[in-house]
């Protein structure tokens, strides 16, 4: 670890320590820290002329749930560096390997999680956004439109909603009931909202889905943002579907979602994962009025199970050094050579394992 990277970590651990005290008040956390330990290891099994990687980095934010260590990096023959985008708290690792050099890089990070909840029941002063900060959250990106059939959709759903925090859960829970899980969606989805809303097709997986919710909010009025990582460990709250099996995560990518409240800050909502629930939590499927699917729906609003791991909130992500367009988002390693960019979901030609281990409980 060189030593920018130790300062780094050890002012932001400070940082959110001191937010995450300031913030009780109007969020419950868990007592105690988990800490785990992210590997991934990246080959690219047919390099041409130069190749760059890039590989997200657990977020780095004063976040109340999470508090990010250091990060280690081996490449020979590489140059690797780093990359920050502070408003989406977007780190990555930018690598260059040149021709010649077969690109093989093991990237090691650790974050440490707890389990958090927002308290909706009674209104607290919170710290409120900026103007600016406000307006970066309400924006329209390529795959999450707030005009249109968007926010024809957001207002048909809010309109009789008297509060903003009746808003964001009639929002939550117009998706629960009207979209469904698709286990045939490539990876995580591509969040394309507008798509969805004009073909009808409401199903997905957790970057459509989640994203939708986060689209609809913006276009009601509300800054909301998905939250991009990786699912870290079992579940302990008895939801064997919401968690991992094995140390082995390399398909565990998992986005979440964030709305922002003025009475109460950031609030965790995560509707995609209560139609998880009902499509795969054992014996599935689950009708919406099973038991343990509202479960799943009464806690998912408000509050996320911190086996899982933030990285950024970054939509159009422009990738350093990078020939190709920009990403919708950001969640899994990205590689490019002197062909062209690299299908991060096919192994036949980006290789890439993810390890991750839980290291201490405190």
């Not at 809303?197 to 009025?221: F, H, I, M, P, T």
């Not at 979602?257 to 998880?276: C, H």
Request: charged share 20%.
């Amino acid at each position: 670890m060189n030593r920018r990277d130790f300062l780094q970590a050890a002012g932001l651990i400070a940082c959110i320590s001191s937010s995450s005290r300031t913030a009780r008040g109007q969020h419950s956390v868990t007592p105690g820290w988990r800490t785990f330990e992210l590997t991934t290891r990246i080959e690219i099994v047919k390099p041409s002329g130069t190749t760059h990687i890039w590989v997200p980095e657990p977020l780095i934010s004063q976040a109340p749930f999470q508090r990010t260590g250091p990060t280690t990096w081996q490449g020979s023959g590489g140059i690797v560096k780093k990359s920050q985008n502070t408003r989406d708290a977007l780190d990555m690792l930018v690598a260059r390997f040149p021709p010649g050099v077969q690109p093989v890089l093991t990237v090691t990070s650790r974050a440490s999680t707890r389990t958090w909840s927002a308290d909706l029941s009674v209104p607290e002063h919170s710290q409120r956004l900026t103007p600016a900060e406000r307006d970066y959250f309400l924006r329209a990106t390529t795959q999450l439109p707030t005009d249109g059939i968007v926010r024809q959709k957001a207002t048909a759903i809010t309109k009789n909603a008297g509060t903003d925090l009746q808003k964001a859960r009639a929002i939550y829970e117009w998706i629960v009931e009207n979209t469904y899980r698709n286990p045939k969606t490539r990876g995580c989805g591509t969040g394309d909202i507008r798509f969805m809303l004009e073909s009808g097709d409401l199903g997905g997986k957790c970057a459509d889905l989640n994203a939708l919710y986060v689209g609809l909010a913006r276009a009601a009025g509300l800054p909301a943002r998905d939250v991009y990582g990786i699912r870290a460990a079992p579940s302990q709250l008895g939801f064997k579907s919401l968690g991992v099996s094995s140390e082995n995560v390399t398909k565990a990518q998992h986005c979440r979602a964030e709305v922002y409240l003025d009475d109460y800050g950031w609030v965790p909502v995560d509707p995609a994962d209560v139609r998880k629930v009902m499509l795969e939590e054992p014996p599935h499927p689950r009708p919406l009025d099973d038991e343990t699917v509202t479960r799943a729906r009464k806690r998912l609003f408000g509050s996320w199970e911190m086996n899982w791991i933030a990285f950024n909130f970054g939509h159009d992500v422009s990738l350093p050094g990078s020939a190709g367009p920009p990403l919708h988002f950001l969640m899994y390693p990205q590689a490019e050579t002197a062909d062209g960019r690299l299908d991060c979901l096919n192994p036949e030609t980006f290789r890439y394992e993810i390890q991750c281990r839980e290291i201490s409980t405190v």
